[in-house]
T-cell receptor, first 111, second 111 residues
Framework: IAGITQAPTSQILAAGRRMTLRCTQDMRHNAMYWYRQDLGLGLRLIHYSNTAGTTGKGEVPDGYSVSRANTDDFPLTLASAVPSQTSVYFC??????????FGPGTRLTVL | GENVEQHPSTLSVQEGDSAVIKCTYS??????FPWYKQELGKRPQLIID?????GEKKDQRIAVTLNKTAKHFSLHITETQPEDSAVYFCASSGSARQLTFGSGTQLTVLP
């Protein structure tokens, strides 16, 4: 059992390029989340999904999109990356509003 | 939306002393308050949580207290050890049932 995994581990991306961060969980959790973590700002919610087929906007959704085609996968897409999207991205999952479990993170640098 | 403030941003204590981190929240409907520990380069991991129907919860050297009237909650670590050094985040689940995180406290335990 892997829990929750993310790919890639790190990525350097040219501004304007499209990028998809992958997140997969095998705990059959109904809810999944994407956060970005910047120094001094803690974890900020980008998008979430309470169940497969539904998504919602978090605190900082601009420039990002998500989809939830099934229970296990929750990809995050940057349609046209900008340098301000340089950050560490964490995916998380939970069963309802219970404890959130985090993935190992993706370190993204946009040049 | 929910607003969570966390203090202090940095905290240094001598090994064996106690550490206290405090958070305030704004949404009176909040009913779930987890604390996460994040070691350098790692993912956030839940260390303790409390729900609004209790005022205090303990787990060995870690305790959390909640004052719903004042809308604040605190993390207490007793008999600190060097391995307690990390960034600690509080969070609150508001009326939108999404977690809002504080900005984090860098705890350093000096040997």
């Amino acid at each position: 059992i892997a829990g929750i995994t993310q790919a890639p581990t790190s990525q350097i991306l040219a501004a304007g390029r499209r990028m998809t961060l992958r997140c997969t969980q095998d705990m059959r959790h109904n809810a999944m989340y994407w956060y970005r973590q910047d120094l001094g700002l803690g974890l900020r919610l980008i998008h979430y999904s309470n169940t497969a087929g539904t998504t919602g906007k978090g605190e900082v959704p601009d420039g990002y999109s998500v989809s939830r085609a099934n229970t296990d996968d929750f990809p995050l897409t940057l349609a046209s990356a900008v340098p301000s999207q340089t950050s560490v991205y964490f995916c998380a999952s939970s069963q309802g509003t219970d404890t959130q479990y985090f993935g190992p993170g993706t370190r993204l640098t946009v040049l | 939306g929910e607003n969570v403030e966390q203090h202090p941003s940095t905290l240094s204590v001598q090994e064996g002393d106690s550490a206290v981190i405090k958070c305030t929240y704004s949404d009176s409907a909040s009913n779930y308050f987890p604390w996460y520990k994040q070691e350098l380069g790692k993912r956030p991991q839940l260390i303790i949580d409390i729900r609004s129907n209790v005022g205090e919860k303990k787990d060995q050297r870690i305790a959390v207290t909640l004052n719903k009237t004042a809308k604040h909650f605190s993390l207490h670590i007793t008999e600190t050890q060097p391995e307690d050094s990390a960034v600690y985040f509080c969070a609150s689940s508001g009326s939108a049932r999404q977690l809002t995180f504080g900005s984090g406290t860098q705890l350093t335990v000096l040997p």
